[in-house]
């Protein structure tokens, strides 16, 4: 429904709703900063309903019902029960409406955030930039590392939103947070954070929402990125926790093989941070099972 009404009809309907003041308080909220949350209430409140009532549906009455036995209010068994187990799909919701919200706020500005997951992996949260002179844009994100690609995933220099966005003459930044077939909470936390200490240092909110910015030398204008893939189908088994230092040969993880069943260490080609790693034990031939970033070449791309 919100696709297919124009938010032309939206914003005509809410001028002629709100132009008379509200009656028995006699407050006019036309022209105002509150007709615009009135607006985009009525416009996207479809899509956080529809996600979380799906939330909703995959939880078992039998849990409400061991709540009450138990003793709990109706008010625990919503915080203490309900709301965990529809964590994430608050912050889908959320998400659904935050962003397309944006999207028209800032229309006219020149600062693009792309936010999505790793797929069937953990994806040490970053930022990415497209132009050098965006270093500094990047480090204000304040995520653990922030990295110049030109490229996309696939190795084309086209097709990404960032491309599509420096094609438009956008400043792009984009940011990525680790994810897909599960959810981290410290990810989600940290993506939130840093999507609100933007706001703050582009002067929208507070200034104690403030994250420290990206230290210089985990801005990397290099892509010196080091994979390890599967050589053929099997179960990788990850041993090392994504943000960690390692060795070059350190086991990482352990492989096996369907043609062999033999478990196989898979070892760090070379010392660096983790940065990537599967999640899903079963992977195909070519999947990237695990991505390191070097640290001896560091500061030769500070320099550069």
């Known amino acids: 429904m919100p696709y297919a009404l124009p938010g032309t009809v939206v914003g005509v309907a809410m001028i002629l709703a709100w132009l008379k003041p509200i009656p028995l308080i006699h407050v006019r909220i036309y022209n105002t900063l509150w007709i615009l949350l009135v607006a985009y209430i009525a416009r996207y409140m479809a899509f956080g309903v529809r996600t979380i009532s799906a939330s909703l549906q995959q939880i078992h009455v039998s849990m409400e019902e061991a709540a009450r036995i138990s003793g709990a209010t109706w008010l625990q068994t919503f915080r203490d029960i309900v709301i965990p187990l529809i964590a994430t799909g608050l912050f889908a919701s959320w998400f659904l409406v935050f962003i397309p919200t944006l999207r028209e706020l800032a229309g006219g500005c020149n600062h693009l955030l792309d936010l999505h997951s790793a797929g069937e992996a953990r994806y040490l949260a970053h930022a990415l930039f497209i132009k050098q002179e965006d270093g500094s844009l990047a480090a204000a994100a304040g995520l653990p590392f922030a990295l110049l690609r030109r490229r996309s995933r696939e190795g084309a220099l086209c097709g990404t939103l960032v491309q599509a966005a420096r094609s438009m003459g956008v400043k792009a930044l ?13 990810d989600i936390e940290l993506g939130v954070r840093s999507v609100l200490s933007l ?21 990397y204008l290099r892509d010196e990125r080091k994979f390890v893939r599967a050589g053929e189908e099997g179960a990788y088994y990850p041993g090392i926790e994504v943000g960690k230092m390692v060795e070059i040969g350190k086991r990482i993880g352990v492989w096996i093989p369907l043609g062999d069943f033999k478990p196989r260490a898979t070892v760090a080609p070379e010392s660096g941070t983790l940065v990537y790693s599967r999640i899903r034990c079963r992977s195909h031939k070519g999947d990237t099972l695990a991505m390191l970033l070097p640290v001896q070449r560091t500061k030769e791309a500070q320099e550069e």
């Open 199 to 219: 706001l703050a240092r582009w002067g929208y909110l507070q200034k104690e929402l403030l994250l420290p910015r990206t230290a210089p030398d985990k801005i």
């Open 174 to 186: 984009a940011l990525e947070l680790g994810g897909g077939i599960a959810t981290f909470r410290e």
